[in-house]
């Protein structure tokens, strides 16, 4: 008890030597002016697409590192406002000799409400589905026009308008060009693939919403995969999903047809690698243990971006 009363006197003396360490501690004061954040050697611009009607905002990040002799390749990223960050932020760090430098290009839109650029993401993403096969959740979420079924509107104006723009302003390899999808980005780079599966040398499909429209996306498969067989096509494909994005025992789709995300993503991965296709062809599938939905999106985009730019062309 001595001791104890010694420290407290010695802490009283303390501050009564000291004032100001009594005093409570004062408002800070506002910050400085404020504006928007930037991304260190990224720019954006809005292109007005005559094809899809919409204008879109495009991200680009372009590497500090020079572009080889063919020219940089090039990673294009659904859903640019909110996963073009994480994919130009792989690209700057890895540059220096892990990876081949790209351009990283984010497409989304000139927005800022959340809820406005979901509708126009589900919207130019899905490929046309019937409505009673929509979600209620995404009906609501779609506003009072209630637009799905751009895919192929968005997919040519991404290649049609979009590339050659790119090409024109940056260095770039038109024989290795990746398309990078994410959930309903996912399903578009499905259906990409399987209908345009020259479109693009390598194809990440992340968390793919297969279960759209009553896995009507798998209704392209054998078709893609013939083509394949016949050394028709040699895409480089990856599909990713989080181990959490299905519950234990979730083997069958609910009412609406979603679920089975993983069994999804794993047995389409599986057939597709058992094809023999020609030189070139290579598909390979990664579960990441422990994330959900939207926790393995870093993840998803880190190994995506490696894929499609790891060792040589």
């Not at 006197?9 to 030597?17: G, I, K, M, S, T």
């Amino acid at each position: 008890m001595k001791r104890h009363l010694k420290i407290a006197a010695a802490l009283f003396a303390v501050v009564a030597v000291h004032p100001a360490a009594a005093q409570t501690v004062a408002t800070p004061s506002p910050l400085p002016a404020q504006k928007p954040a930037t991304l260190v050697d990224a720019t954006q611009f809005e292109v007005a697409s005559a094809i899809s009607g919409r204008t879109y905002r495009v991200y680009v990040y372009k590497p500090l590192m020079p572009p080889p002799p063919e020219g940089y390749p090039v990673i294009y990223v659904t859903d640019g406002n909110g996963m073009f960050g994480t994919a130009a932020m792989q690209m700057m760090l890895r540059q220096f000799g892990e990876l081949r430098p790209a351009i990283i290009v984010g497409v989304g839109y000139p927005v800022s409400d959340i809820r406005q650029i979901m509708a126009l993401r589900n919207a130019d993403l899905t490929p046309p589905t019937p409505a009673e096969n929509i979600p209620p959740a995404l009906k609501a979420m779609a506003g009072k026009d209630g637009l799905f079924g751009g895919a192929e509107l968005f997919y040519r104006f991404m290649v049609e308008e979009l590339r050659p723009m790119l090409a024109a302003a940056y260095p770039v390899d038109l024989k290795d060009q990746t398309l990078l999808g994410d959930s309903l980005g996912g399903l578009f780079t499905l259906h990409v693939l399987f209908n345009h599966p020259e479109s693009f040398r390598t194809f990440v499909a992340a968390s793919p919403s297969i279960w759209w429209n009553r896995r009507a996306v798998l209704n392209e498969e054998a078709a893609f995969r013939t083509r394949v067989a016949a050394g028709k096509a040699a895409p480089r494909v990856l599909i990713t999903v989080g181990a959490l994005e299905q519950k234990p025992g979730e083997n069958v789709e609910d009412a609406s047809g979603m679920g089975r995300m993983v069994d999804n993503a794993s047995e389409l991965a599986a057939r597709l690698a058992a094809v023999s296709g020609s030189a070139g062809y290579e598909v390979r599938f990664v579960n990441f243990p422990e994330e959900t939905h939207s926790s393995v999106i870093p993840a998803a985009v880190s190994r995506g971006v490696g894929f499609a730019l790891a060792g040589s062309k």
